[in-house]
């Protein structure tokens, strides 16, 4: 079956570091998403991203975030300059957009520790 | 707010029992979206419920959606420990892709 896939599954980072998560999602999906997870509580939106620009975000995307996919294949979530706040599972998600409604799978996540 | 809330927030069933779950929401939606999570884990989906649908199945899962009352509930039939984990509704409110609202999720706990 097909998966959406993250890399690294683990990183740990300084504050003020930028990291680049990495996100593989399913070959034919139109729609990518990141989510974040906040040890303990709900799964939040951050961003959508649709015909290779951003369809909506949310309050917490703020200019340290940026989301890029540069080639046919990864999806990528930068944040600039790490806080400690930071400190999360992100989720990536997909979904297949054509014809309706469609399951948004998400990866097993990054789970980002900035220290 | 728009967020779903689930109810209740843990539940603690012997292995065999069933277990239903129930969400709650505030505006119209598209889609009504479960999953699971095991501790520290990916989310896994598990049925999507469209807005003019009122049930769906899968394996020992059953989901029911009632726009009326803006409530789902997912049903667990002959529960496994297997099923220990943490289940989240999530809603998708505009377009049929577009974000989805995720619930605080309720702990379901399986004893053998």
């Known amino acids: 079956e097909p998966e959406v896939t993250q890399t690294p599954s683990h990183q740990v980072t300084q504050m003020g570091q930028e990291v680049i998560l990495r996100c593989v999602p399913i070959s034919n999906h139109l729609y990518f998403y990141w989510y974040r997870q906040i040890l303990g509580q709900k799964v939040e939106f951050l961003v959508s991203f649709y015909n290779n620009e951003i369809s909506e975000k949310s309050e917490i995307f703020d200019d340290q975030f940026s989301v890029e996919r540069p080639d046919g294949s990864n999806f990528t979530l930068k944040i600039r300059s790490t806080k400690l706040e930071d400190s999360a599972m992100y989720f990536c998600a997909s979904t297949g957009g054509a014809g309706g409604a469609t399951e948004a799978f998400f990866g097993q996540g990054t789970r980002l520790t900035v220290v | 707010s728009q967020q779903g809330e689930e109810d209740p927030q843990a539940l603690s069933i012997q292995e065999g029992e069933n277990a239903t779950m129930n969400c709650s929401y505030k505006t119209s939606i598209n889609n009504l979206q479960w999953y699971r999570q095991n501790s520290g884990r990916g989310l896994v989906h598990l049925i999507l419920?469209?807005?003019?649908?009122r049930e769906k199945h899968s394996g020992r899962l059953r989901v029911t959606l009632d726009t009326s009352k803006k409530s789902s509930s997912l049903l667990i039939t002959a529960s496994r420990a297997a099923d220990t984990a943490s289940y989240f509704c999530a809603t998708s409110y505009t377009g049929a892709n577009s974000k989805l609202t995720f619930g605080k999720g309720i702990t379901l706990s399986v004893r053998p």
């Open positions: 419920i469209r807005s003019n649908e």
